[in-house]
């Protein structure tokens, strides 16, 4: 219920009716009695500054940050954490020191720790947008061996590896070579759209013959639930990590940084899974 005292955590973004944040978070607040509601606000880009500062003033506790904010809004903040500062984006704000997070890459990195270790591994990112720029420092962050960034756009990619500075190992090469690098990879991220509805059927962006079984598959697209790679993956017996796993962990990670509790991540998930229909 909401009380005279209620904290308010929230998204902003635009559009935002379709978030699956607001089901999420209020799901644990519930489980942990927490007198705290997570509402979803349309900002337009116009009014990103006064709805910061009339947050701020509202005493709102913290807000998730989504497109197409999350660049932008980093000018009004105060403090920015070190590896959002190098991922060049925020999608979580904590209002009692108006500082920036970034908790996209350390959502994806759990969602892998769930099937195996990063550290010393050999990864394979597929995309070079700001999904793979929020994946791939966490990546380094958490010790991989090596990093191979793959895109269509091959500067893109280069620009990326030049960027991540925080391991020595990191390459980029055209999408179109990625037979050639899946053998010796232990881990697999596919960032791009592809496969991602209404076009379901799309290609994967590497068949299951060119796959091992040793190899963790995760594709962020986590709609549908089982995107054509993890049907290659599940088809070459790869292990499939779903990209539902990443917008769990996100969202534990914000929970964690504006109340300071571990949030009940099985809740979060029963209320991520009904909201997008899988059971
Ligand atoms: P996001 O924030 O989700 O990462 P983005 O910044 O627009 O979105 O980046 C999308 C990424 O997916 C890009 O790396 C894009 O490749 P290009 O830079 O070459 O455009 C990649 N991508 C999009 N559609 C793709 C497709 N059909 N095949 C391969 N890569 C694709």
Redo the contacts with the bound molecule.
Sequence with gaps: MITGSTNIAGLIGHPVEHSFSPPMHNSAFNALNMDWAYVAFDVDPLNLKSAIEGAKSLNIRGLNVT?PHKIEVMRYLDEIDEVAALIGAVNTIDFRNMKGYNTDGIGAVKAIEEVTSIKNRNVVV?????????ISFYIAKYGAESITIL???VD??LNLANDINLIEDVKADS?SQISNYIGDADILID????GMHPDVD?DA?VSADDMHEDLVVFD?VYNPNETSLIKQAIKANAKPVYGIKMLLYQGAESFKIWTGQNPPVDVMEDALRKTLNLE
């Design positions: 497109i597929a995309g070079a947008g700001g999904a793979s720029r929020a895109n269509r756009n893109k990619a999408i960032t791009t759209p592809v799309a962006i962020a």
